[in-house]
């Protein structure tokens, strides 16, 4: 059982940064990979970025491409979402997700994880 929990989000200008975090519980956090989804009002929950379980391998959506950073760090059971040069549509509430599905192809796919956070907002101005 992995019990997530996110925070870091609030109302950025655009063109600003923040950074969101995802901390784990219990002992099992490094055999995840970890994803980070966003679901915007009247859309459907989208994927954002993947990291593998160790963080050698790292999987972005177009959308996002070169402006996001997943990282993690095991020892603290966190998993960080770095995001700059934030544009009005990246507002959405922001969710982390474990998985055990270790293909990065795969991780886009959010019927492939088994635990989710509760979200957080992210609110971009223009």
């Known amino acids: 059982q992995v019990q997530l929990v996110e925070s870091g989000g609030g109302l950025v200008q655009a063109g600003g940064s923040l950074r969101l975090s995802c901390a784990a519980s219990?002992?099992?956090?490094?055999?995840?990979?970890m994803g980070w989804f966003r679901q915007a009002p009247g859309k459907e929950r989208e994927f954002v970025a993947g990291?593998?379980?160790?963080?050698?391998?790292?999987y972005y959506s177009d959308s996002v491409k070169g402006r996001f950073t997943i990282s993690r760090d095991n020892a603290k059971n966190t998993v960080y979402l770095q995001m700059n040069s934030l544009k009005p549509e990246d507002t959405a509430v922001y969710y982390c997700?474990?998985?055990?599905?270790?293909?990065?192809?795969?991780?886009?796919?959010?019927?492939?994880?088994?635990?989710w956070g509760q979200g957080t907002q992210v609110t971009v101005s223009s």
């Open positions: 997700a474990a998985t055990t599905v270790g293909l990065p192809s795969l991780w886009a796919r959010r019927d492939k994880y088994d635990y």
């Open positions: 219990g002992r099992t956090f490094n055999r995840y990979h």
């Open positions: 990291i593998s379980w160790s963080g050698g391998s790292t």
